[in-house]
């Protein structure tokens, strides 16, 4: 039912989407992945050889919004933290993805990485696009099941913020808006359940819309800010730590 609510902010958003740049060259990794015998040896191995960190998602992960998103996208504030000895990280965000389309653009050049911690933040755009639900959950499975079956990576995925206050949304219906998120956090939820060990959520639901203010949203109304996306970092980072990766605070 939100999809004709939505219709209107994917209209809006695209021109936001359209000029966005592509992301940076992925760059190639020098460090081997832990095997699936090694994964319980110890912590201790996975510091001393660093941590291959791979980003994949859409404007949000490529940083545009940011005053300089090459440092100051979210998963760039993360990479700063890996400990020292790490690969640089790979940035494979692509402005204006959908979640099926990433599945081929971004989820091979992930694997071919042999990265150990990856994080997925792709959704807003589905959203907006009125893309449903079991559409949006079926292309995401195809990212989370290939990165579980073809790599040794721990996978945070992040969900749907609480979108109700970002000033691009100020003309749809909040409760469709409302219902068509917690449709999509459901829907990651469960991907993620199948996989618990490997598959973490990282809740950007949780608080999020008392976050949004002039200074955590860019000046298009729709991007985060050099503020936001420190807070979304934090989000991500501390679900990392909390599951094991060392990150420095």
């Given at each position: 039912?939100?999809?004709?609510?939505?219709?209107?902010?994917?209209?809006?958003?695209?021109?936001?989407?359209?000029?966005?740049?592509?992301?940076?060259?992925?760059?190639?990794?020098?460090?081997?992945?832990?095997?699936?015998?090694?994964?319980?040896?110890?912590?201790?191995?996975?510091?001393?050889?660093?941590?291959?960190?791979v980003a994949i998602?859409?404007?949000?992960?490529?940083?545009?919004?940011?005053?300089?998103?090459?440092?100051?996208?979210?998963?760039?504030?993360?990479?700063?933290?890996?400990?020292?000895?790490?690969?640089?990280?790979?940035?494979?965000?692509?402005?204006?993805?959908?979640?099926?389309?990433?599945?081929?653009?971004?989820?091979?050049?992930?694997?071919?990485?042999?990265?150990?911690?990856?994080?997925?933040?792709?959704?807003?755009?589905?959203?907006?696009?009125?893309?449903?639900?079991?559409?949006?959950?079926?292309?995401?499975?195809?990212?989370?099941?290939?990165?579980?079956?073809?790599?040794?990576?721990?996978?945070?995925?992040?969900?749907?913020?609480?979108?109700?206050?970002?000033?691009?949304?100020?003309?749809?219906?909040?409760?469709?808006?409302?219902?068509?998120?917690?449709?999509?956090?459901?829907?990651?939820?469960?991907?993620a359940a199948r996989?618990?060990?490997?598959?973490?959520?990282?809740?950007?639901?949780?608080?999020?819309?008392?976050?949004?203010?002039?200074?955590?949203?860019?000046?298009?109304?729709?991007?985060?800010?050099?503020?936001?996306?420190?807070?979304?970092?934090?989000?991500?980072?501390?679900?990392?730590?909390?599951?094991?990766?060392?990150?420095?605070?």
């Amino acid at each position: 039912m939100w999809k004709v609510e939505l219709a209107i902010v994917t209209v809006i958003c695209g021109a936001f989407v359209s000029a966005c740049s592509a992301a940076p060259t992925a760059q190639p990794s020098q460090t081997p992945v832990p095997t699936a015998s090694q994964t319980g040896a110890a912590a201790t191995a996975t510091v001393a050889s660093g941590i291959k960190y791979v980003a994949i998602g859409a404007s949000d992960t490529v940083g545009v919004g940011a005053s300089d998103p090459a440092k100051g996208s979210w998963p760039a504030i993360v990479a700063s933290r890996l400990p020292a000895g790490s690969p640089p990280y790979t940035n494979l965000g692509v402005s204006g993805s959908l979640a099926m389309q990433a599945v081929t653009q971004q989820l091979p050049g992930a694997i071919a990485q042999r990265p150990n911690v990856v994080s997925v933040w792709l959704a807003v755009n589905d959203l907006n696009a009125t893309i449903e639900p079991a559409s949006f959950a079926e292309s995401l499975s195809q990212i989370v099941d290939g990165l579980v079956q073809k790599s040794e990576a721990t996978i945070f995925v992040g969900d749907v913020p609480d979108l109700r206050a970002v000033p691009v949304y100020a003309g749809v219906d909040k409760a469709r808006l409302l219902a068509g998120i917690q449709a999509y956090n459901d829907a990651i939820a469960k991907i993620a359940a199948r996989n618990p060990a490997r598959v973490k959520v990282v809740d950007l639901f949780t608080g999020s819309a008392a976050l949004v203010s002039s200074g955590t949203v860019s000046p298009d109304g729709f991007h985060p800010s050099d503020e936001g996306y420190r807070l979304i970092a934090e989000r991500f980072a501390s679900a990392m730590r909390a599951n094991g990766v060392p990150l420095r605070v």
